[in-house]
């Protein structure tokens, strides 16, 4: 095939003298930063701590800010409730309850998921009837759940999100972030951080009740 | 109610009359004070007209950030749409500051006629005013007012003949401290999860709804019939060269609180001096100006002047109106800390600087005041801050480091005590038990 002895390489060189050339790819990282999206804020990433526990908070944002819903959890959060949140039940194969929280490697508990307070779905059918199941009125529902439970039960919580077909994570999210719903039981003192502690340090500060041992 | 602090009175009272009327929601004793003359006039002159006034008053927002108003009206004005909102916040989210509140109890048509001028001069025909679900003497009064402006005609369907409607509707919100912030507050108001959105777009051309929407504080919006009235030069004669007019101050200190109608610009001094904060002859320690996420300043800089810019510079900024005094029995770490942690804890969690930086930052404050710092700490701080302050999505998290950054800015002997001595010198912190403690 090959008549004069060494056109091979020739060839083969030429290609590397003509790549030598061109417009470089590669990015000097981490010398030369990367250009990356202005919505980036960090890799997702579940980390252990220096005690082996997960730093995963069962905060959902992940699985909220998923565009494909991949994302599914569920676990304690910070105030020691259990939570779940699917995802879309297309992405699955397999039975959802051996999904992403097993997968985590920690030991989790069987009866976690039976643990919901049973409680009369009627009155949530007879709320989400009056607010027309309108997702838009999520507040709403939620403030008349809490009116009738007293604190918004898990139970209550998922009736929503099937029935408005709202996502469970942007339901918890919206419950957990008003101070005045609470998803503690019966009388329970509001989760959520009050003015309390910032007043507190005021009065510290200005010695408010200092002049008693002055 | 909170005390209302008396002020000089060659000091222009313009959100809050000097003397109180009888009853503020009484709309014709609020005519007779010249109410809903500045509608008249904008209705007559135009919204180009109007928004040309405000731009020569160089009406800049009370909110904290002190945006300059005209530069919002022309964006919501000039963005495309058939429907656009003017939202008044009137949250008040500082749970220790009542300014927006008793603006709103004592001078409520000011803040309506604010908020309709405005809405003619972009075009909106909804006005929402959000106030915190507590306030309810507030929110009666000014649904009494509201009512009483639509049965003369002044509000509602064809308002005052002209063919433009204004529809005003009062919306208690409650529930978080962060539901101040402008992004964050247009979620409430739609009834959703209060998290705060990438900026821009910004709400002035996609708000509430998606449709372009006027966020002004209550403050910015009732000082806007004033101007009208008196003209923009004689406002612009009033506060300082860069930010002209008044504003509501909080003041909190060792000899009592109230609230004060301060010309921007007047010098820190000279507004502690009003409520005789400084108490029994004790030296003044530190300032803390801003709110929860508000700036420590020294003694040294009691001559700066309190305006946007000026606090900006040094540290600090006008954020909710307050002013803290502290004297020499305080101790500035252990304040710094816990306000740390709890702008940490009132952080909302979308965002790594914001769910995971800012509890970083309030964990090392917790560990100079308890005597278990490291040596890098100080080091540590300082890159965390800076890091939090570039990557931040809201300013909650950015204005979260102000605390413990001014505090090593203006109080570095202090902080050193903590962390190489394990000594506090206010004796307010108990960082020696820990570091003497037996190691085993
Ligand atoms: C954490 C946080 C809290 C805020 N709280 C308030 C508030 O209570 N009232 C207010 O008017 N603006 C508040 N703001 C500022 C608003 O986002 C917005 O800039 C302001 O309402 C715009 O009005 P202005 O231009 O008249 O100041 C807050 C901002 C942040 C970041
Ligand atoms: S749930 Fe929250 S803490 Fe857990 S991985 Fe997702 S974003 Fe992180
Ligand atoms: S993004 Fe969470 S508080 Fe700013």
Request: aromatic share 6%; with cysteine; charged share 20%.
């Amino acid at each position: 095939m090959n008549l004069i002895p060494g056109i091979g390489l020739v060839r083969g060189m030429s290609l590397t003298l003509r790549r030598f050339f061109q417009p470089k790819v590669t990015i000097r990282y981490p010398e030369v930063p990367s250009d990356v999206a202005v919505k980036f804020r960090g890799r997702l990433q579940l980390l252990y701590d220096e005690n082996g526990s997960l730093k995963c908070e069962t905060c959902f944002q992940c699985a909220q800010a998923c565009p494909i819903e991949c994302i599914d959890m569920g676990g304690m959060d910070t105030k020691g409730r259990f939570h779940v949140h699917w995802g879309a039940a297309e992405t699955y194969g397999e039975r959802r309850e051996e999904s992403a929280l097993r997968r985590s490697g920690r030991p989790v508990p069987d009866p976690a998921y039976e643990r919901f307070t049973p409680i009369d779905i009627a009155a949530v059918d007879s709320i989400l009837e009056d607010f027309d199941h309108d997702p838009a009125q999520l507040l709403g529902i939620l403030e008349a759940t809490q009116a009738a439970f007293d604190y918004l039960p898990v139970g209550a919580l998922m009736r929503i999100s099937e029935r408005t077909g709202t996502g469970y994570a942007q339901i918890y999210g919206t419950a957990s972030f008003y101070d005045h719903l609470r998803l503690g039981a019966l009388g329970a003192p509001a989760s959520a951080p009050s003015a309390a502690p910032y007043l507190a340090a005021l009065a510290a500060a200005t010695g408010a009740g200092r002049q008693a041992d002055a | 109610m909170t005390t209302i602090i008396a002020t000089p009175p060659h000091w222009p009272a313009i959100l809050l009359p000097r003397t109180a009327a009888a009853d503020p929601t009484d709309l014709d004793a609020a005519v007779r004070n010249h109410a809903f003359e500045g509608l008249r006039r904008s209705l007559r002159d135009g919204p180009t007209a109007t928004i040309a006034v405000i731009a020569a008053a160089r009406l800049r927002g009370r909110g904290g950030a002190g945006y300059p108003a005209a530069d919002k009206w022309r964006i919501v004005a000039e963005s495309a749409s058939d429907t656009r909102y003017v939202v008044a916040n009137g949250y008040g989210a500082d749970p220790a500051v009542f300014g927006d509140r008793e603006l709103l109890e004592r001078n409520p048509y000011a803040v309506i006629e604010g908020a309709a001028i405005a809405a003619l001069a972009v075009e909106a025909s909804e006005i929402i005013i959000a106030v915190r679900a507590e306030s309810t003497e507030a929110i009666r009064r000014l649904r009494a007012c509201i009512a009483a402006a639509e049965d003369a005609g002044l509000l509602g369907h064809n308002i005052l003949a002209s063919g433009r409607t204004l529809n005003v509707v009062v919306r208690p919100v409650q529930g978080a401290y962060l539901l101040g912030e402008e992004t964050i507050l247009l979620k409430a108001l739609e009834n959703r999860r209060g998290q705060p959105e990438q900026r821009p777009p910004y709400p002035a051309t996609n708000g509430l709804h998606g449709q372009p929407t006027l966020v002004q504080n209550v403050q910015t919006l009732a000082t806007v019939p004033w101007i009208i009235v008196n003209g923009p030069e004689a406002f612009a004669k009033t506060g300082s060269k860069n930010a002209p007019g008044t504003i509501l101050v909080h003041l909190r200190g060792p000899a009592g609180e109230g609230l004060a109608e301060v010309p921007l610009g007047t010098p820190l001094r000279q507004i502690i001096a009003l409520a005789g904060t400084a108490a029994d002859g004790r030296p003044i320690k530190a300032l803390l100006i801003g709110g929860p996420s508000g700036g420590l300043l020294p003694a040294e800089l009691l001559d700066t002047p309190y305006d946007f810019d000026a606090l900006r510079a040094a540290g600090a900024h006008v954020g909710s109106g307050s002013i803290v005094v502290a004297d020499d029995r305080a101790c500035v770490v252990d304040l710094a800390r816990l306000l740390t942690s709890w702008c940490s804890a009132q952080a909302c969690g979308k965002t790594i600087p914001c769910r995971i930086g800012t509890r970083r930052l309030a964990e090392i404050g917790e560990r100079i005041v308890t005597g278990t710092s490291r040596p890098a700490d100080p080091g540590l701080l300082a890159d965390l801050s800076a890091d939090i302050v570039a990557s931040a999505l809201c300013d909650h998290e950015r204005l979260t480091t102000l605390p413990l950054t001014t505090g090593m800015r203006y109080f570095r002997a202090e902080l050193e005590d903590h962390i190489l001595r394990s000594t506090c010198p206010a004796g307010v912190c108990h960082p020696i038990a820990v570091a003497a403690g037996p190691v085993n």
